[in-house]
């Protein structure tokens, strides 16, 4: 077989769609009470320092199931992600010999997401400022006895239960399965008009009774004119430069954690199943994410950002040959899946790939041992180029550095934090250390021309656009005011309309 022999015969890997990684270890794992992550960091491994290598849905999971970088895939938004025949690490297993099953979110060829995140991605670049979601808030419904508030993601985890226990029980090869999840993410918001995004923070007080509402941690805020100017769009366009109250902040924390319960409780459903079935002893399970959230640090919800809430996820291991209760601080990001799951299914793995392989990690392997293609980078990349930022995001991040650049490395300011001096990223230092910025900046440009990078995808934002105006003709008006901008755009539709004309005759 070509597994080679009876150690690792199954694999299973879990998705979520909006996972916090600090969650999964102390202090934050404090706020909430998740016993199936506390499971799989009792007899496996956790990895402390996590990323995704672009905070958003779909360029994630592109990055994910290729084993390539951004720039590489060039997934830029949420529509534009792997070719359709792009071969997955689940389609080399599959044509090695393991039985396939995916259930749930995919999300990696394009995202089911509307034609205003798409028109919003595209126009970023515009010289004008629109709100683009609804205000986040809460919603409890149900009483204490309503657990399954996102039903959606239960039926796909029953599906992935009975498959566990009615067909891969009575398998003679060995099986990869897959399930995505929607939670933690935030809901549909439809008070928000047409087009409405995702900004409510939706449970019942089955879950919300997990929480530990003493340990929620009220993160501060710089006063908006003191923001860095992307961060200042990004909280304008998500709706969060208004007065919000510390309950109202606190509320926002406490619903996202209790959502984050409810999916641990999925988890458990699968590694209940595995347990029961006697597969789990056979069987490596990975939980991971394809973004974060912030949940109302650095005045903002949602993604598209390289702050910790954003950009670091949760990544954790269980199973035959993984040592258990690892803490790994090695800096990992999601393009290691790829390898890692040819790894694990004994397939030679493609020079070709942007990750390493995490086994060596995992198995407590020394330095030297790590990989056929010399060590393990001290550094993992992350890249932005959709909506609600207003440029091109780079995030290197080492030891204790994180460096942020934009758009060209000139037009707009760095920023770089120590984060272990100041782990809520509320100081910028790049100023204080410009020759930490210098070094930083020559690794990242090794890695990627990333001002040859942002100039591509201005001119890919235009063209799509301009293809977009043609495709409406004379209904092009009317459209664009009624995207999920409506609000603001219908107070003076020419004024930004113009905004665009002005934009559309700019030459680089």
Known sequence: MPHGGTLLLQNLEIRICTGDGRLTFYPGNQTVDLPFINFMKR???????????????????????????????????????????????????????????????????????????????WTRDVDFLLRQEGR????????????????????????????????AINLTQPFVLYLGLNLPHP????????????????????????????????PKWSSLSEMHPIDYYSSYTKNCTGEFTKQEVRNIRAFYYAMCAETDAMLGEIISALRDTGLLKKTIVIFTADHGELAMEHRQFYKMSMYEGSSHVPLLV???????????????????????????????????????????????????????????????????HGC???ASTYMLRTDKWKYITYSDGHSVLPQLFDLSDDPDELTNVAVKFPVIVHSLDKILRSIVNYP????????????????????LGQNYSNVIANLRWHQDWLKEPKKYENAIKKWLSQSK
């Open 43 to 121: 007899y496996g491994t956790v990895f402390l320092n996590a990323y995704t290598n672009s905070p958003i849905c779909c360029p994630s999971r592109a990055a994910m199931w290729s084993g390539l970088f951004t720039h590489l895939t060039e997934s830029w938004n949420n529509f534009k992600g792997l070719d359709p025949d792009y071969v997955t690490w689940m389609d080399l297993m599959q044509k090695h010999g393991y039985h396939t099953q995916k259930y749930g979110k995919l999300d990696y060829t394009s995202g089911h997401h509307s034609v205003s995140n798409r028109v919003e991605a």
């Open 136 to 167: 986040p808030m809460v919603n409890l419904t149900g009483d204490r006895k309503h657990v399954r508030v996102m039903e959606a993601d239960w039926r796909n985890t029953d599906k992935a239960v009975n498959w566990i226990k009615e067909e």
């Open 187 to 218: 809901y549909p918001s439809p008070y928000a008009g047409e087009n409405f995004g995702s900004s409510t923070f939706l449970t019942s007080p089955y879950w919300l009774e997990k929480v530990t509402y003493e340990a929620i941690k009220i």
């Open 318 to 384: 269980l199973g035959p040959g993984i040592k258990e209760q690892q803490q790994i601080p090695n800096v990992v990001s999601l393009v290691d899946i790829y390898p890692t799951m040819l790894d694990i299914a004994r397939i030679p793995v493609p020079q070709n790939l942007s990750g390493y392989s995490l086994i060596p990690l995992l198995r407590g392997k020394a330095e030297n041992e790590l990989s056929p293609r010399g060590p393990r980078p001290s550094w993992v990349l992350s890249e932005f």
């Open 388 to 390: 609600n930022v207003n």
């Open 452 to 471: 040859k990078v942002s100039s591509s995808v201005q001119e890919y934002n235009k063209r799509q656009f301009i293809s977009w105006k043609q495709s």
